[in-house]
């Protein structure tokens, strides 16, 4: 069985860091990438930044480029999101989610090309 369990989030000021962790469980070989998503208030889930499972190859939104990392270890248990020079607008739930039915990070990316979802973890930025 397939889980996810994202943990880090929190409360951070403005130009602060966080680092979430996604620890990862129960997949088989086949699997695709692992993602991280953020849903603002009122806003649709969006992806952030993705990492593939054969080349470590990532995707990262453009919101994000220079600030954010994605990153894993070497057994592949566990992904972090390494996030700095945080501002209000990063602050919503993550989640990161894997995606087994993907053949491309762009594809990764969308919310609807994933199968497992962690529960997620709140980050709030304030100004």
């Known amino acids: 069985q397939v889980q996810l369990v994202e943990s880090g989030g929190g409360l951070v000021q403005s130009g602060g860091s966080l680092r979430l962790s996604c620890a990862c469980s129960g997949f088989s070989a086949d699997w695709y990438a692992i993602g991280w998503f953020r849903q603002a208030p009122g806003k649709e889930r969006e992806g952030v930044l993705c990492?593939?499972?054969?080349?470590?190859?990532?995707y990262y939104a453009d919101s994000v480029k220079g600030r954010f990392t994605i990153s894993r270890d070497t057994a592949k248990t566990t992904v972090y999101l390494q996030m700095n020079s945080l501002k209000p607008e990063d602050t919503g739930l993550y989640y990161c989610?894997?995606?087994?039915?993907?053949?491309?990070?762009?594809?990764?990316?969308?919310?609807?090309?994933?199968?497992?979802w962690g529960q997620g973890t709140h980050v709030t930025v304030s100004s």
């Open positions: 990492i593939s499972n054969s080349d470590g190859s990532t």
């Open positions: 989610a894997a995606s087994y039915r993907s053949d491309k990070l762009l594809r990764a990316r969308d919310p609807n090309e994933n199968d497992f």
